[in-house]
């Protein structure tokens, strides 16, 4: 029984392109943006809407391996391919678009996007432990809230920033509560349904309408879990899927893992609990742009480092939600992810002797076979109801 | 009790029927339609053994055709397959290695034929079966005739890995008058060392078993035991561990049904 709201969800990015439209032609701003680091409180608090650019799609691919190198990652190359073929109306509706120094081939490729779209890039220190890192990035926040301001022709006042603080909480407890029924065994949501209600987030208009949606969702999934029912078996495999941000239209190794006996309980990475577990603080005594850096810092990306706050919510997450395996996935050529796979293979094989796969692939559909056999087979290894 | 395990490959199909601890086994090419040879397997197991389809309690169909076969009782993968069987051919081995047509894995396991752990080879043909065929054909041999051809050579180095390139540079090399048997030692020891590359990332393993058509390949298996260190278990059966891991693990789930 899959609860009635999820069909609202399913068909949400493509009606809020045109309640996007609509909100455009009334004036409002659009501002895009790539990451977690990107910190949607300032474009609130601009009065702007933000929207996500992250490409999760393969089809812009080709096109954009006209001008970039065909051996770095899939979901930069899709960024870019959406950009400049004019494919996604999120990008084309943009009045501004925020990068920011992640990643090598990210942060190069913002360089060719300025071509296409006014944008600004923000500076990443490389470490969140260094002494420097936080009034540094607190700076980048203030360099950013200027840019907003001179190109919106808007003035972002504290109290704005405050309220956006709120409203960016409220939207982050209501997905993570959402995330947190999970834990029930078996899972109430399958991980696909999960991502898709998480997803919407970044193509929601009106913020408060998009949470009111998931408190909805929040209630259906109660009701399916008081009635005992779940998508799953009991005792089906519970995996967790770290690594690479996924979306909708890169959900090809979530769909292969449910199709394949197991279920996606949860999510480490930045579709998941890796943006969700921590809120701004909302102290009003406190400078809100400190507050906004402070959090942002703790997001435990692979781009940093040492990103050992990754290991830690691993490990929480694999005692909070009971799994039986953890699922690593890396974007062909994302190097960071990559290599902190060594890490996270050894911290969930230490720390907890569960299996952990690693699979590295692409947005096509080229390698489905050989990630079936090797998700099957990993499945295989969970499963305790056979051999 | 009878099972039948079926391995499906993509170059010969494997068949193997239990019954009790009496084994009979077949194999034939795939072919172009791995259902018609999962099927042809059976018939002929059955023909061999005198018995009828009803006589059968369990199927287990497993190998990259496993889900063509809609008379199976289950499908599952080499991978878990592999893992029993080799168990049941070297006793303890705790490391499988099974490089087959299209692609090679490492298995590690608890001793008992339960994975814990696996890779396999990523989407190009490197370090499979498919490599040393095409190697093969470029220097205008059988693949059955490359361990006795390098038998004794002092390996010339392939620094290829890419099967295209490696078939130019073996080309050229064969073009500078370099000795056959030294080419087909070096491809030997590149093949070997790329799938102890994908072993030591999981860690060591005391005994191993190596399976899979590529088994049969003397040249191989050296280089790899020298690589890892370690003695290297072929069974004369070795290409039917798949076979073998279905209709152990079909005779189990009986077993454990009762
Ligand atoms: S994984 Fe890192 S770089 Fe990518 S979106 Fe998340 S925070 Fe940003
Ligand atoms: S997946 Fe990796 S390579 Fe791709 S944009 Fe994110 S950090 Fe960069």
Not at chain 1, 132 to 149: F, T, V
Not at chain 1, 259 to 288: A, H, I, Q, W
């Amino acid at each position: 029984m899959r609860p009635e709201s999820m069909n609202i969800f399913d068909d949400l990015r493509g009606q809020n392109m045109v309640v996007l439209e609509n909100a455009k032609q009334s004036g409002r701003k659009v501002v895009g943006m790539y990451c977690a680091y990107c910190p949607q409180e300032l474009v609130l608090a601009a009065g702007a809407i933000p929207v996500s650019l992250c490409g999760t799609k393969d089809e812009p691919i080709a096109d954009a391996e006209k001008v970039l190198p065909r051996n770095i990652c899939p979901l930069i190359k899709s960024s870019f391919g959406f950009a400049i073929t004019g494919k996604c109306p999120y990008f084309y509706f943009s009045d501004f678009v925020i990068g920011e120094t992640t990643c090598d081939g990210k942060k190069k490729m913002f360089e060719l996007l300025g071509q296409h779209k006014p944008m600004h890039v923000m500076h990443l220190p490389q470490g969140a432990d260094r002494p420097g890192a936080l009034p540094w990035w607190k700076e980048e926040l203030s360099l950013l809230k200027e840019r907003l301001e001179e190109t919106l022709g808007v003035t972002i006042s504290d109290d704005s920033l405050r309220e956006a603080i709120k409203l960016s909480n409220s939207e982050q407890l209501a997905i993570k509560e959402l995330h947190d029924l999970n834990k029930f065994d078996p899972a109430p949501l399958s991980g696909l349904d999960l991502l898709t209600a998480t997803f919407m987030k970044g193509f929601n208009v009106n913020k408060l309408e998009g949470i009111a949606l998931v408190n909805k969702l929040i209630g259906e999934v109660k009701e399916v879990i008081e009635q005992g029912g779940s998508p799953f078996q009991p005792d089906t495999p519970r995996i967790l899927l770290t690594g690479c941000p996924v979306g909708i239209g890169s959900e090809k190794l979530i769909r292969l893992l449910e199709e394949n006996g197991g279920s996606v309980v949860c999510f480490e990475s930045c579709s998941g609990y890796k943006t969700l577990d921590m809120l701004v603080d909302e102290d009003e005594r406190r400078d809100p742009l400190e507050a906004i850096a402070e959090r942002s810092l703790k997001i435990p990306c692979s781009c940093m480092t040492p990103n050992e706050g990754r290991l830690d919510l691993l490990g929480r997450m694999i005692g909070e939600y009971r799994v039986d395996g953890v699922v690593d996935l890396t974007w062909q050529a994302c190097h960071t992810y990559n290599v902190e796979a060594e890490l996270v293979r050894g911290y969930v094989k230490d720390n907890f002797d569960i299996p952990c796969l690693h699979l590295e692939t692409d947005y096509s559909s080229s390698d489905l076979q050989q990630l079936k056999t090797r998700v099957t087979a990993f499945i295989e290894l969970l499963d305790k109801r056979w051999t | 009790m009878i099972t039948v395990g079926i391995d499906v490959g993509s170059i010969t199909t494997k068949a193997v029927l239990m019954n009790g601890s009496a084994w009979q086994s077949t194999l034939r090419p795939t072919g172009y339609s791995p259902r018609q040879a999962g099927r042809e397997v059976l018939d002929e197991l059955l023909d061999k053994a005198g018995l009828a389809q009803a006589d059968i309690d369990y199927i287990i169909a497993t190998g990259y055709g496993r889900i063509t076969l809609d008379f199976a009782d289950k499908a599952m993968t080499e991978i878990t397959c592999h893992a029993r069987g080799a168990h049941h051919l070297a006793p303890g081995a705790d490391l499988v290695i099974d490089i087959g047509g299209q692609d090679s894995k490492v298995i590690f396991t608890d001793g008992y034929g339960n994975v814990t752990d696996f890779s396999m080879n990523d989407k190009c043909a490197a370090g499979t079966g498919r490599f040393l065929q095409v190697m093969a054909a470029a220097m205008g041999v059988d693949v059955s005739e490359l361990a006795e051809l390098a038998r004794g050579m002092e390996p010339v180095q392939i620094s290829s890995m890419c099967t295209v390139f490696a078939e130019s540079e073996v080309i050229s090399l064969l073009a500078e008058g370099v000795e056959r048997g030294r080419i087909i030692a070096g491809i030997h020891r590149s093949v070997a060392n790329r799938v102890v590359a994908m072993a030591e990332r999981i860690g060591k393993g005391e005994l191993i078993a190596f399976t899979g058509g590529v088994a049969k390949n003397e040249g191989v298996k050296e280089y790899l035991a020298k690589a890892l260190g370690r003695e290297i278990v072929v069974s004369p059966e070795s290409q039917l561990a798949g076979a073998f891991g279905a209709a152990i693990i079909a005779r189990e789930k009986l077993l454990k049904a009762r």
